[in-house]
């Protein structure tokens, strides 16, 4: 039996601080086991949890696992190397999404340059003619016109591409900002789970529902009497 695939998918639970990841393996690309887990002792050495259920309040048991520690090793193995290689994978996506934008950064700026430069360097030339030679400015007004109209469209175009950089960037973190909730809110949902599925355990215990009636609501067997002592302090605070 061969692992074909490996999905992993980094997560941390504040609850659980040994969660690392979720993990399904599929194996001979036929018979697949999700809901695998990825934990960590705090000495640093790393161990899988497979799916389990609840039998008894407190006990469980693994649905599926392997059968001997050998195996257990390979898949742990298999397991944390993908899960480094998921870790760098997005690692290099937020260092390609940084260059981007550090790109457009220096792009923009050098733009932006350029275009103060050829505005004081018109505004020089202006004030070197008006002094020099008052006919020569008269006569490149049209020439003054167009530079004009040129630094304008230029200084157009880069608040244009300014305000879209804006935009995205705002978007992206935007986006980052919706994750981390939909994270959140997900782990509170595993953590609720957990708990509803306790709760459905204890349920199907007949002592336990047993228990339950007598203390909430007064049931009580045949041939008894449930007598419900009231403490006086109780009564003198009520």
Known sequence: MEITRVDVRPMKNPNNPKMRAF???????????????????????????????????????????????????????????????????????????????????????????????????SINSFTNCWYNDYRRVFSMKKYRKRMLIYCCALLGMLAILGFSCYQSWNQIVQNKKEVKLLQEQYEQLLTNESDLESNLAKLKDPEYVAQYAREKYFYSRDGEIIIDMVDKDENKSK
């Open 23 to 121: 993990v399904s393996i599929t194996f001979d690309d036929e018979f697949a086991v999700c809901d695998i887990r990825l934990l960590q002792h705090e000495n640093g050495d790393y161990f899988l949890a497979f799916p389990n259920k609840q039998i008894t309040p407190g006990n469980y048991k693994d649905t599926a696992h392997p059968v001997n520690q050998a195996t257990r090793d390979r898949f742990t193995d298999v397991v944390v190397k993908k899960y480094f290689e998921k870790l760098e994978e997005e690692e290099k996506v937020e260092d390609s999404q940084e260059w981007v934008f550090s790109f457009v950064y220096v792009f923009v700026v050098y733009k932006v340059s350029k275009a103060y430069e050829k505005v004081v360097l």
